[in-house]
């Protein structure tokens, strides 16, 4: 049986982090995968550029039912050690915006970085390999049998990620383990993740203005806020701000959508009129949406005439709707394209410190796997950077 110190499962983000850093601490790792390449969702994410991390990375903006959790591992690594990772192999980047960083090049400077640090850290690498079964040894640790044959380590770490986008082999694999070793699991669903819309007239409008884009909106659900732009889909809404709400968003809850958050509507409306009586509502609209979308709000929502013909009161419920236009989502697009899995392995089980399991002595939990998931914008990843390392300290 071929012996290592420390087997991880999942050569994502989370576990190519922990491989390289264990290696380094002389300790002889095994990375092991069922996909035929290494680190999929590193090289699809941020359209082909990888959003690797986040200037403003820190504990707010992270979700989980046990909110401490995170603090530990993401002051012991932070986003600035992880640039200086990028900055030794000259990987060249970029601030998109909100601190968002991403390579100016492709995403496989990423993982091609992290892939020279576990080949210099001695990590053994095997992909196209099952896991069949899982069992304790008798003297401690973990025995593993594989597609590629029998396996045994002191440490065994858990970094299969979530259920997010199948198609790249996302699966339930490291949640069964968890229960397997007598963990508890809380519910999953998809975030991240666009809204589908059932309403007739609502659909209607969103397949007619598929592909359009508003810029600055603000959106709100449940206590939070984000002010980014949203996408219209012939499904429903897409874009920053909604994927960015999905992750707070309940089924049934209503969502709510400033479109001018910029504009002060209840004074802006009224001075408009004084100012050009003649001009009609949708030409108006027009000057601060597409042609199409102030066409359609127009004739759906309002009843387009000249602005001097509209009442103190008309004026003022324009501005309410378009300030604050309410919405039922039907659903989310679900795993599909979700860009991240809530819910997971329950954290109370968990040291905060090592990421080694409370119930099974050896057994290390990292990255997505948990019940913790960033907000949009590189912080999955620094999530996935930062608990790998914590674990790789006591493997």
Not at 94 to 106: S, T, V
Not at 331 to 349: I, M, P, S
Request: charged share 15%; glycine share 10%.
């Amino acid at each position: 049986m071929n012996s290592f110190d420390v087997i991880i499962i999942g050569a994502g983000a989370a576990g190519l982090m922990c491989a390289l850093s264990a290696g380094a601490r002389g300790r002889k790792v095994l990375l092991l995968d069922h996909a035929n390449k290494a680190g999929k969702k590193i090289l699809m994410s941020g359209g082909g550029r990888c959003n690797f991390t986040n200037l403003y990375s820190e504990p707010e903006n992270f979700l989980s039912a046990n909110p401490h959790f995170c603090k530990s591992a993401l002051a012991r690594y932070t986003q600035w050690d992880f640039i200086a990772l990028v900055a030794k192999y000259g990987v060249a980047y970029h601030e998109k915006k909100l601190g968002q960083l991403f390579c100016d090049n492709k995403a496989s400077d990423i993982l091609e970085m992290l892939l020279s640090e576990c080949h210099e850290a001695g990590v053994h690498i095997r992909l196209d390999t099952e896991i069949n079964q899982i069992a304790s040894a008798e003297r401690g640790g973990y025995q593993l049998q594989t597609s590629a044959g029998a396996f045994s380590c002191s440490s065994l770490v858990i970094a299969t990620g979530g259920l997010s986008i199948p198609t790249l082999g996302a699966s339930g694999f490291g949640y069964q383990v968890a229960q397997q070793f007598g963990h508890q699991l809380l519910p999953t669903r998809a975030a991240l993740v666009p809204f589908t819309i059932t309403e007739p007239q609502l659909k209607a409008l969103c397949t007619e203005l598929s592909g359009t884009s508003v810029e600055d909106c603000l959106v709100s659900c449940n206590g939070m806020s984000f002010r980014e732009n949203i996408l219209f889909t012939h499904r429903g809404l897409s874009g920053p701000a909604i994927l960015q709400i999905s992750s707070y968003w309940q089924p049934g809850d209503s969502v709510q959508i400033n479109l001018l958050p910029h504009i002060d509507l209840p004074q802006w409306l009224p001075e408009q009129q004084a100012e050009r009586p003649n001009t009609e509502l949708k030409t108006l609209l027009a000057e601060l949406f597409t042609k199409k979308m102030a066409g359609l709000l127009a004739e759906q929502w309002f009843v387009s005439k000249p602005l001097k013909q509209y009442t103190h009161a008309e004026l003022a419920a324009i501005a309410e709707q378009l300030a604050n236009w309410t919405l039922l989502p039907a659903g989310t697009e679900g795993y599909r394209t979700a860009e991240v899995t809530l819910g997971g392995v329950d954290t109370r089980e968990v040291s905060s410190k090592t990421m080694e399991s409370l119930k099974a002595p050896g057994l290390y939990f990292i990255g997505e796997v948990l019940d913790v998931s960033g907000q949009l914008g590189g912080f999955n990843f620094q999530w996935a950077w930062a608990s790998g390392f914590a674990a790789a300290q006591y493997v």
